[in-house]
């Protein structure tokens, strides 16, 4: 299944399916992109980060897109599982900022049935 | 290796009364950020400190909010004179450097004003 992350909120998929969620970002400046995810009643708890400089980068079942072009950012998780259930937000940073301040996008609420 | 601590986990204040967030950095981590988070949003930038310095307040309210790192102890994030809009997750989130390094979050402060 797919998501758009700021109008389409929720995504829900069924247990082994691949899942992709997508964040829309409008700063051109922005040069570093983490994903994060965030179960209820707890912390983001960091996924994956790319740089602008790459357009690829892969974990473990997950892999993050970039597409500078279009300001686009999505996160591919494979072989979905009713733990990776929860809320993932994308965050930037930008370019040649010492500060680190994040900026964070709504938010998609993932949900994974069995 | 303990991660990013918070205390307390949950507190209720009644309009007009102090609160006070503690935050615990990961070990070797000098650089500290705080969030904000409302219901279903995501989260909102507020004060990133280094020990005993604010680096970047300008997402912080100028009044009744304060924070502090100070060389021995935690970073405090003090709320004077709590209204109900202050009622939100308080996310403390520390890195080891500034810039792109990636920043790891504890599990918040939920804070209710009655």
């Known amino acids: 299944g797919e998501s758009v992350g700021l109008h389409l909120p929720t995504l829900s998929v069924q247990e082994g399916d691949n899942s992709i969620i997508n964040c829309a970002y409008s700063?051109?400046?922005?040069?570093?992109f983490i994903w994060y995810k965030q179960e209820s009643g707890k912390g983001p708890q960091f996924i994956i980060d790319?740089?602008?400089?790459?357009d690829k980068r892969q974990g473990q079942r997950v892999t993050v897109l970039l597409n500078k072009t279009v300001k686009h950012l999505s996160l591919q998780i494979a072989a979905t599982q009713p733990g990776d259930s929860a809320v993932y937000f994308c965050?930037?940073?930008?370019?040649?900022?010492?500060?680190?301040?994040?900026?964070f996008g709504r938010g998609t609420q993932l949900t994974v049935w069995p | 290796n303990a991660g990013v601590m918070q205390n307390p986990r949950h507190l209720v204040r009644r309009r007009g009364q102090e609160a006070r967030l503690r935050c615990s950095p990961m070990?070797?981590?000098?650089?500290v950020y705080w969030y904000r988070q409302l219901p279903e949003e995501g989260l909102k930038f507020m004060v990133y400190?280094?020990?005993?310095?604010?680096?970047?307040e300008s997402g912080m309210p100028k009044e009744r909010f304060s924070a502090e790192f100070p060389k021995e102890g935690p970073s405090i994030l003090r709320i004077q004179q709590v209204v109900r809009g202050d009622s939100a997750a308080y996310f403390c989130?520390?890195?080891?450097?500034?810039?792109?390094?990636?920043?790891?979050f504890g599990p918040g402060t939920r804070l209710t004003v009655l």
């Open positions: 989130a520390s890195s080891q450097g500034s810039g792109v390094d990636t920043q790891y």
């Open positions: 790319i740089r602008s400089n790459m």
């Open positions: 700063n051109s400046a922005s040069d570093y």
């Open positions: 070990k070797g981590h000098s650089h």
């Open positions: 400190l280094q020990k005993e310095n604010i680096i970047d």
């Open positions: 965050a930037e940073t930008l370019r040649g900022s010492t500060l680190g301040r994040l900026y």
